[in-house]
């Protein structure tokens, strides 16, 4: 005698999750919305699992800590409760009236037929959508800890999140500062393409945000530097300072970026432009005191050392660069928390910012808020969601699951998380919280 499916239905920590609630037209805008948009390229007779239950599943089982692999998220499906496979659109067995996720292996041959770019689109939009009232809802009990509408409990600060905030009280924003993003690779080292070579995606990683606005992947024959101007058409940057590596100090980047986006760059010089350098190293040269006007120092201490940043810079003049309106020079000095210095680091920059919408403070601000994109997304990727340990080699499928974790890391900040896994930590296995991360 079969089992009824009302009594396998367990949830949690919380009461049972009504899923007989018809949807929200308003609700238009959520993820499965967003999901809905992606085309499917399979033959709608033969579609028993839609592609926005099969992403939907795949995003709430990488937001759990463990979710890491294609194998973990079916492993977290299997174990789900039915009223949250049920909210997820999951196929329903019309025999025993239970429902099921996808299996692995129509995971993995549905998403490796997915448009990559389109994933990137459609959730980067998502994330976009819900920032605003991300906030709404959220108030402060008197203990420190946090609620959704006065209800359902919020994790408390995070260590990481006081720290951040007692930053910011010592050393409040700095005015004048202009919405700012950064644009860097990254390789995936454990996924391959057909024809062997390694998935490389080129991201825009938004200073403010903590998130992608934008993803593509990098073709096998070409490199990052072609692949930034339709990375750029699908974000607004207008106005905006976009900070880059010394891969991306090309003539062809910058008039890109200042002519055709009307934008402002920051950009880092190094041996790969021996001219522009030897010109901006000229133009910076001098003591302390000639360039006592246009020079900023900041100190740091936290983490187990020291560190001392002194900018200085200098009007680009002659030097024959695209939008090049000054020249700047970084030294930083690392120490022990003794005090003691003992490494020294010189780095050259160059950028559109005219000294009235840039002084040395800012500058030194942008050069770094860059790094965000190496601290706040490559090593959360790479070390929170073990992204290069991930062998997923078929087709869109490497890139398709990393415009997911970037979801899940956008979501999470958007929610106030700092330290995202401990944020995957607090999400594991409690549906509430899974529900209360995404707009369905």
Known sequence: MPVAPSSLITVPEVGQIDSDVPPDPGQERGLLARFRVIADTRQTSKVRHTLEAILAVMTFGTTVVGG??????????????????????????????????????????????????????????????????????????????ETIDGNAPCPPREREARRAVQHARERPPLEGMLASAAFDGKAMRGARLPGGGRVHLLSLFGHEQGAVLAQRQVGAKTTEVPELAPLLADAEVTGMVLTGDALHTVRQTARHLVHDLN???????????????????????????????????????????????????????????????????????????????????????????????????????????????????????????????????????????????????????????????????????IPHRLLALFTL
């Open 68 to 145: 890491d692999s294609i194998t973990a998220i079916i492993e977290w499906a299997q174990d789900a409760p039915q009223d949250l496979l049920a909210r997820l659109g999951c196929w329903r067995d019309p025999l025993t009236g239970l429902h099921h996720a996808a299996s692995e292996r129509t995971m993995r041959r549905v998403l490796a037929e997915v448009d990559g770019d389109e994933v990137d689109r459609q959730t980067i939009t998502y994330l976009g959508e819900s920032q605003a009232p991300t906030s709404q809802g959220r108030v402060e009990d008197g203990g420190g800890a």
């Open 263 to 429: 934008s402002h760059y920051v950009l880092i010089i190094k041996d790969n432009q021996p001219t522009l350098l030897a010109a901006a190293a000229k133009a910076l040269t001098g003591t302390d005191a000639v360039f006592a006007a246009h020079s900023h120092t900041s100190d740091d201490r936290g983490h187990g050392r020291t560190e001392t940043r002194m900018l200085r810079t200098a009007p680009a003049g002659d030097i024959d660069f695209p939008g090049a309106a000054q020249v700047l020079r970084i030294v930083r000095y690392r120490g022990d928390l003794d005090g003691v210095r003992a490494s020294k680091e010189v780095v050259f920059g160059i950028t559109s910012l005219p000294p009235d919408l840039a002084g040395p403070a800012h500058l030194s601000q942008y050069a770094r808020l860059h790094w965000g994109v190496e601290n706040r997304e490559h090593y959360v990727r790479d070390v929170t969601f073990r992204e290069d340990a991930n062998q997923a080699r078929t087709g869109q499928l490497p890139h398709v699951m990393a415009a997911i974790r970037n979801l899940v890391i956008g979501a999470f900040r958007q929610k106030g998380h700092v330290n995202m896994a401990s944020a995957r930590r607090r999400h594991a296995y």
